[in-house]
């Protein structure tokens, strides 16, 4: 179930003379054709923002990668979602680039995943550092998420995260590709940075 605490605690911040857009009536807007079958676009905090398109070869292939050491390191303790829709309250719908999740495909049936279900989300940048270090990163700390990394492809960095408030996270850290992360829920779990980023261009 959505934490109706965090619904409400949103909707009371939100600004009255600004029109924001529910989840709800985001998918209207799809039905109704408003919003293209192969348009990209997520809604976060009530807004529809348009998604990296295309999508450039270093980012796809640092999913590719992301998914894979975990999928090796956690097998079926987890599953992981790529570039799928978690919900987060009634104004927020996105798309993160890798979301571990609670496992069992047949859990997210009737709905996508609730941040009770989510073990950890990763955004991968080479275009969107900034939204996903500070728009994505408060709404995914207002939200409740515990654990959240941000790939630095262009600087070869990841940007670690936790310890989430209202007001976004209050423990921010930046690794280097030669340091070492663990998942807060996996913490025996060792993943080098340069292993999940693609090798420099020669």
Known sequence: MIDMSVVSRQSTQLDPSVRLWTVEEYYRMAEVGILQPDERVEL????IYQKMSPQGTPHAVTI??????F???LGETVLIRTQLPIRL???SEPEPDVAVVIPDELRYVAHHPYPEDILLL??????TLKRDCQLKAKEYANSGIKDYWVLD???RQLYLFRDPTEEGYS??????EDEEASPLDFSEMRIRVRDILPPISV
């Open 122 to 127: 990763i955004e991968v940048a080479d275009k």
């Open 89 to 91: 309250n009634n104004y």
């Open 153 to 155: 492809v262009n600087k």
């Open 71 to 73: 999928a090796q390191g």
């Open 64 to 69: 590719t990668l992301v998914r894979r050491v």
């Open 171 to 176: 423990s921010q850290v930046i690794l280097s």
């Open 44 to 47: 976060i905090a009530g807004k």
